[in-house]
T-cell receptor
Framework: GDSVTQMEGPVTLSEEAFLTINCTYT??????LFWYVQYPGEGLQLLLK?????DKGSNKGFEATYRKETTSFHLEKGSVQVSDSAVYFC???????????FGTGTSLTVIP | DTAVSQTPKYLVTQMGNDKSIKCEQN?????MYWYKQDSKKFLKIMFS???????INETVPNRFSPKSPDKAHLNLHINSLELGDSAVYFC?????????????FGSGTRLTVV
């Protein structure tokens, strides 16, 4: 069935380090792909999205490119800050109704 | 104005009690959801309503009953609360059932059953 798999955490980085959180998907059709971020004690917020192959989503210095050939949507940021400490969720929507899937979340802690 | 607001933010109650969580969205979205997030941050969908009609009803105990009086509101009533019900419950909405543009989440209700 359709699903997303993201790298397990927790991930701990020093400030200004490069971040990659891997996400791969399995889908029978052409999904839309999302990254959500959950800061401590808050709900999930949409961070970025891509709706078709080769699209790049970007926001707040984060980027992810929808790669159909590798069925991936890896999240990257060139220089993380302490304020980026949060749990990151990859997700996909099959765009046909009632089919939205979240990954298991990756916890990121950035230390000064 | 908060787009998706849920109340209460915290709920501490004893086993066996009945409680409700309310959710309202002012985005004009057609579809609303309830998710449960466990202590490991895993998200599990519970219910979804599209224009007041139940469209997703996952395997959850029948002690959980959703109600959607109109498309802007989705409430969750829980009977006979158990220790295992302790979790964070999130309400969310999407433009329609395809969720092509993703979800907008509320800030969550942390339920603690003692």
């Amino acid at each position: 069935g359709d699903s997303v798999t993201q790298m397990e955490g927790p991930v701990t980085l020093s400030e200004e380090a490069f971040l990659t959180i891997n996400c791969t998907y399995t889908a029978t059709g052409y999904p839309s792909l999302f990254w959500y971020v959950q800061y401590p004690g808050e709900g999930l917020q949409l961070l970025l999205k891509a709706t078709k192959a080769d699209d790049k989503g970007s926001n707040k210095g984060f980027e992810a490119t929808y790669r159909k050939e590798t069925t991936s949507f890896h999240l990257e940021k060139g220089s993380v800050q302490v304020s980026d400490s949060a749990v990151y969720f990859c997700a996909l929507s099959m765009n046909t109704g009632n089919q939205f899937y979240f990954g298991t979340g990756t916890s990121l802690t950035v230390i000064p | 104005d908060t787009a998706v607001s849920q109340t209460p933010k915290y709920l501490v109650t004893q086993m066996g009690n009945d409680k409700s969580i309310k959710c309202e969205q002012n985005l004009g979205h057609d579809t609303m959801y309830w998710y449960k997030q466990d202590s490991k941050k895993f998200l599990k969908i519970m219910f979804s309503y599209n224009n007041k009609e139940l469209i997703i009803n996952e395997t959850v105990p029948n002690r959980f009953s959703p109600k959607s009086p109109d498309k802007a509101h989705l409430n969750l009533h829980i009977n006979s609360l158990e220790l295992g019900d302790s979790a964070v419950y999130f309400c969310a909405s999407s433009q329609d059932a395809t969720a092509l543009y993703g979800y907008t989440f509320g800030s969550g209700t942390r339920l603690t059953v003692v």
